[in-house]
């Protein structure tokens, strides 16, 4: 079993950036398939960004391609999510979740374990 613990999150102005941390412990990192999903209130939970166990795959959301990058470090148990150009519709709270299945998913039912959340708020 595997625990994730988010950082990072907080208030920047439109177009700004941010970067996301997520930090695993408990499990054998590196055959978790990993995935950041975000919601925003009153709204579902909504896929964001998803990476494959060695980091060569990598799947975005349409609506962050181009501005979005999700990135692993297996040596230090922890994936990122680079934020740039952010916009207000970005306002959400950002979970990082673990997959042990076999490819990775854009399905937040797919996922075995999740984070807390960090909150991020897009000011205009």
């Known amino acids: 079993q595997v625990h994730v613990v988010e950082s990072g999150g907080g208030l920047v102005q439109a177009g700004g950036s941010l970067r996301l941390s997520c930090a695993a412990s408990?499990?054998?990192?590196?055959?978790?398939?990993m995935g950041w999903f975000r919601q925003a209130p009153g709204k579902e939970r909504e896929f964001v960004a998803a990476?494959?166990?060695?980091?060569?795959?990598?799947h975005y959301a349409d609506s962050v391609k181009g501005r979005f990058t999700i990135s692993r470090d297996n040596a230090k148990n922890t994936i990122y999510l680079q934020m740039n150009s952010l916009k207000r519709e970005d306002t959400a709270v950002y979970y990082c979740?673990?997959?042990?299945?076999?490819?990775?998913?854009?399905?937040?039912?797919?996922?075995?374990?999740w984070g807390q959340g960090t909150q991020v708020t897009v000011s205009s």
């Open positions: 979740s673990a997959r042990n299945g076999i490819l990775t998913s854009t399905d937040p039912g797919d996922y075995d374990y």
């Open positions: 408990g499990g054998a990192f590196s055959t978790y398939r």
């Open positions: 990476i494959s166990r060695s980091g060569g795959a990598r």
